[in-house]
C-alpha cells in the first residue's frame, strides 16, 4: 500500500477542516479525556474531524519545538484510538 496516499489524503481533509473552528461553548462541553493532552486541555480528538487536526498541529508544534516527542506521541495515540488506525 502507498503510504502517501494516506498522508495526502490526511493532509487534504485537514485543510478543509482547518476552516471551520469549533466554538467556546462546544470546548467547555468537552470532557477532559477528550483531549490530547488532557492535563492542559489542548488538542481536542473527540470526533474524526478534530483527531485529524490534532495530529496535524502536534506534528506541526513538534517541528517547531513546541511539544516533546513524548506529548507529540500522546496526541497521536489519542487521535488515532479516536480514527481507529495505528498510523
Known amino acids: 500500500m502507498d503510504?502517501?496516499?494516506g498522508r495526502e489524503a490526511l493532509i487534504s481533509d485537514s485543510k478543509k477542516?482547518?476552516?471551520?473552528?469549533?466554538?467556546?461553548?462546544?470546548?467547555?462541553s468537552l470532557k477532559t479525556s477528550e483531549y490530547g493532552l488532557?492535563?492542559?486541555e489542548k488538542y481536542p480528538v473527540n470526533?474524526?474531524?478534530?483527531?485529524?487536526?490534532?495530529?496535524?498541529?502536534?506534528?506541526k508544534e513538534?517541528?517547531?519545538?513546541?511539544?516533546?516527542?513524548?506529548?507529540y506521541k500522546q496526541i497521536v495515540a489519542k487521535a488515532n484510538k479516536k480514527l481507529g488506525s495505528n498510523s
Open 3 to 5: 503510504t502517501r496516499i
Open 17 to 28: 477542516l482547518a476552516q471551520q473552528k469549533m466554538s467556546q461553548r462546544t470546548r467547555k
Open 38 to 40: 488532557p492535563n492542559q
Open 47 to 59: 470526533d474524526r474531524k478534530h483527531a485529524i487536526l490534532a495530529k496535524g498541529y502536534a506534528k
Open 62 to 71: 513538534l517541528n517547531l519545538g513546541n511539544l516533546s516527542q513524548g506529548q
